[in-house]
């Protein structure tokens, strides 16, 4: 099979290694359930065959002569290193010279120097889910055992420190947390963090046929909130306080996802992160059996779209289906965000989170809109500040010298 430059959208497929497989047991983690939809497997783990075939059609979907393979869990940790050596391996086989990167995402906790090594050595880039201070971050973030893990997640980032591991932040924002937004934002920075994720956590429980208890978005039906979910208002005022101090003091230094992606949408280019794109249906997600879903966030069976074993990566990923779930998004708006002078700045954000009615009665409305509304307004003008320098071909962080009022 020849690369096919066609396709303009980027495509990505995030690949689950383990499956679900996790040694922590998060309270609020959206992914353990999903070993339900495979109860008839005992081992949840990639085969050797499986991860070369992936590895040989992802590579060749690819429209651009680069190419990021990236891991996700569960814990990406529970397979050995071994198993990583392999697929860099299959990379360079079938890479044919192509600049190819990684990227691995990981609770931290089963760091070693002997991990730390292989990441430095592979130019891996480590995502570590940790989510602030240590009273914040053990909040819900426990073992099985309900154990903390605080002192294990900064035991493997001191490790990656010492190795010199290029590494990055992703932090769930909570019911607990949220309050606390400067105490959260100053952690990070105290810690030399540098590149910060802030994830908000909203999910709603419901009893489905197979098992699952988690609602996909865009659905109606009855559900309650699940009672760690942020809030509007407290998402709205966690951005607005944290932003006031990165505006202030630390534009270019310290970078942090959710405002890289709005500054992007207020100067016309790709957000860079999905939920605030205006489609989505780009990136994948593979299970450890070769099921791909449309989304991370959607491992629903009525999102599935076929089976590496029967179908290519490019079949399933610019399928009818995939496509019509791409365009939900832009499609499914109610009236009321299309009457919004932001809808550019969110699209509507993820349509996981897009189950309230809005002021006309339309379903559909974000559930975090009101939050989203209040960020927006409140940084309006130092975006349109930012905008004209970049477009006057001037530093963005040119922002730091001007007061607003």
């Not at 050595?121 to 995502?127: H, I, K, S, T």
């Not at 201070?133 to 073992?143: A, G, I, K, L």
């Not at 999910?203 to 809030?231: C, H, N, W, Y």
Request: hydrophobic share 35%.
């Amino acid at each position: 099979m020849t690369t096919n430059f066609a396709f303009a959208r980027p495509m990505y497929v995030m690949l689950k290694p383990a499956g679900s497989l996790c040694n922590l047991r998060c309270k609020y983690c959206y992914y353990l359930e999903k070993d339900k939809l495979y109860k008839q497997c005992k081992n949840h783990v990639i085969s050797d065959e499986l991860l070369e075939k992936f590895i040989k059609e992802y590579i060749e979907a690819q429209t651009t002569p680069q190419v990021l393979f990236t891991w996700h869990g569960g814990e990406t940790l529970m397979r050995p290193i071994s198993f990583y050596k392999r697929a860099l391996e299959l990379q360079r086989i079938y890479g044919r010279g192509r600049q190819i990167d990684n990227c691995i995402q990981t609770n931290g906790t089963l760091l070693t120097d002997e991990w730390c090594q292989f990441f430095k050595d592979n130019n891996f880039l480590v995502g570590v889910s940790i989510d602030g201070p240590q009273e914040f971050h053990d909040e819900y973030r426990r073992t099985a055992t309900n154990k903390p893990t605080f002192v294990k997640v900064m035991n493997g980032i001191n490790l990656l420190n010492k190795h010199g591991v290029e590494w990055n932040a992703l932090a769930v924002v909570n019911d607990y947390n949220a309050d606390y937004p400067l105490e959260f934002y100053r952690f990070f920075k105290q810690i030399g963090c540098k590149y910060i994720q802030f994830s908000p956590i909203v999910e709603r429980v419901v009893k489905r046929e197979d098992g699952l208890t988690l609602a996909p978005g865009m659905q109606g039906g009855d559900a309650g909130l699940a009672d760690f979910s942020i809030t509007p208002e407290q998402w709205g005022n966690f951005l607005c306080t944290i932003f006031d101090e990165w505006v202030h003091n630390d534009v270019g230094e310290y970078f942090v996802q959710l405002f890289d992606a709005t500054l992007a949408n207020w100067v016309g280019q790709a957000p860079g992160v999905c939920i605030l794109a205006e489609e989505c249906g780009h990136a994948g997600v593979m299970e450890f059996n070769g099921d791909v879903y449309s989304c991370d966030h959607f491992v629903y069976p009525e999102h599935l779209l076929g089976n590496l074993h029967t179908k290519t990566i490019t079949e399933m990923m610019y399928s009818d289906q995939q496509n019509k779930f791409a365009k939900m998004k832009k499609q499914m708006l109610p009236q009321q965000c299309k009457e919004c002078k932001f809808l550019f700045a969110c699209h509507g954000e993820c349509p996981k989170n897009r189950f309230l009615n809005d002021k006309y009665g339309n379903y559909g409305l974000n559930y975090l809109c009101k939050g989203y509304r209040q960020f927006f307004e409140h940084v309006e003008p130092y975006m349109n500040f930012m905008k004209r320098e970049l477009e006057n071909h001037r530093a963005p962080a040119n922002v730091m010298k001007q007061i607003f009022v």
